[in-house]
């Protein structure tokens, strides 16, 4: 993409309405513009990012074999009566009269639809376990929204929903989504961390929210210094093994504790070395739950047992705050000069800031990179801008692209661009035609 023709209304003022880091990077970088107050449209570049974050979710999902589907935003009122939640759910609830007086309420999660979806067509046990997700925007009447996309009152949201025969069988759902879930943050360079929760109008007794560190985060928790340790990489998991499931969350979340949990607190302290022990705060990321027949009762959602029997259904609802995130992965990765995103999430890889723009070798240098790279299938962003060198490195590291690659006549002379990492800051001059191998 060359900047001249983007669309990157970048601000040079911090915003005053933005009393958090990423809601300001945010609204300086171009990504979003507020259209009411906790709803907001994704730009460009924040789409981009918006994108990215819900391809790991979809990759991820898939991968621990859950199904895609897309559910509408609007629903009927009557199916949340059936559940009782119509009246329980409050003042956060958007509700909506249509033109023939029907009530009808936007989607602040879908336990119900689902359900309803389940007991149309599934009748035999010989149909679980099934695991249905969407990703789509939910609203939620926030009494205050704040801290732009990390809690808005429109917000994108991975909702997914799991039935089994069993509460066994439904638990082993629930162990497969955290590792899952685990698993999507990481790729998203996030450390993200498990905690015992409370489920609120969702319901269940079990319950874990995924918080990523930054002291702007509303949750506070305990955690082992060495966590930073644990790292799925290219590791393989059976998700249909019980036992390989278990074994990844022995380790995965025996080192955490709520600050508010005094059981969970001494819990801590007998697994973690005085030494190695942490308190901070962090951004809820998501959250998993089991809440057993809660819905399937009401709903008369029933499968037929192997020997004849109705039963209802086990299950359990997994969210992740996908636009949240978008703002929670700035919270945790950026400096005083802009956002760092990380290599997976970034809307482009690699930016290349022409220093001296009309000079002819400059310029062709410049352009014989961005088709070199553009080729590669590598996303760079050009800034061609009539611009001071100093304005576009200032807009480089706002955005916050992986790798810069500075092209100047100096350099040129020598037969040489500048490669700099965005997160170390570190630069190394090198013959454009290397500049693609030592991408990493
Ligand atoms: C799980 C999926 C649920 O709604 N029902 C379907 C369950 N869970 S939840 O914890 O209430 O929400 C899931 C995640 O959505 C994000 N989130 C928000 N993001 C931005 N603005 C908001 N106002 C907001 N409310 C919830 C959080 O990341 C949460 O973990």
């Known amino acids: 993409m060359r900047l001249s023709r983007y669309f990157l209304p970048v601000l040079k003022e911090n915003p005053a309405e933005a009393q958090i880091v990423s809601h300001r990077l945010m609204l300086r970088a171009g990504m979003i513009k507020q259209a009411a107050a906790g709803i907001y449209s994704w730009l460009p570049l924040g789409y981009k990012v918006l994108r990215n974050i819900e391809e790991i979710i979809h990759e991820e999902q898939i991968r621990a074999g859950h199904h895609p589907i897309l559910m509408p935003t609007i629903q009927s009122a009557d199916l949340w009566r059936e559940s009782g939640r119509y009246n329980a759910y409050g003042e956060e609830m958007l509700r909506i009269r249509d033109r023939h007086d029907r009530d009808m309420l936007f989607t602040p999660t879908a336990e119900e639809l689902i359900t309803d979806i389940f007991r149309s067509h599934v009748t035999s046990y010989r149909d679980l376990p099934l695991t249905m997700y969407q990703i789509q925007w939910k609203f939620r009447d926030e009494i205050r929204p704040r801290f732009g996309v990390m809690r808005g009152r429109e917000f994108y949201m991975k909702d997914g929903y799991n039935f089994d025969l069993t509460k066994e069988d439904a638990l082993h759902a629930y162990n497969r989504h955290l590792v899952s879930y685990l698993r999507t943050y990481e790729r998203m360079g996030l450390q993200a961390i498990p905690m015992r929760a409370e489920s609120g109008a969702i319901g269940g007794d079990d319950t874990h929210e995924f918080l990523v560190l930054a002291d702007t985060g509303e949750s506070g ?60 705060r962090g951004i809820e990321v998501g959250q998993i739950f089991y809440f057993g027949t809660k819905y399937s009762e009401p709903l008369g959602a029933t499968v037929q047992t192997p020997d004849g029997t109705q039963v209802p259904v086990h299950m359990g609802s997994h969210g992740i705050g996908v636009s949240r995130l978008a703002g929670a992965i700035i919270e945790a990765s950026h400096d005083d000069n802009g956002i760092i995103w990380p290599e997976e999430v970034a809307p482009f890889r690699v930016g290349i800031v022409n220093v001296k723009q009309g000079d002819p070798t400059t310029d062709k240098a410049c352009e014989d990179l961005y088709a070199a790279l553009t080729a590669a299938g590598i996303e760079t962003l050009y800034d061609d801008r009539e611009e001071r060198a100093g304005a576009k490195f200032a807009t480089m590291d706002l955005i916050g692209l992986p790798w810069r690659v500075t092209v100047g006549p100096r350099g040129l002379k020598n037969g040489v661009v500048e490669l700099t990492s965005r997160r170390t800051g570190e630069g190394e001059e090198l013959a454009p035609e290397l500049l693609m191998s030592r991408l990493p």
């Open 221 to 280: 928790v305990f955690y082992d210094s060495q966590v930073t340790d644990l790292r799925f990489g290219d590791r393989v998991i059976d998700y249909d093994s019980h036992a390989d499931c278990q074994a990844v969350l022995e380790e995965f979340t025996s080192r955490y504790a709520r600050t508010d949990d005094t059981h969970d607190e001494a819990v801590f302290h007998e697994r973690v070395p005085e030494e190695r022990r942490r308190e901070a």
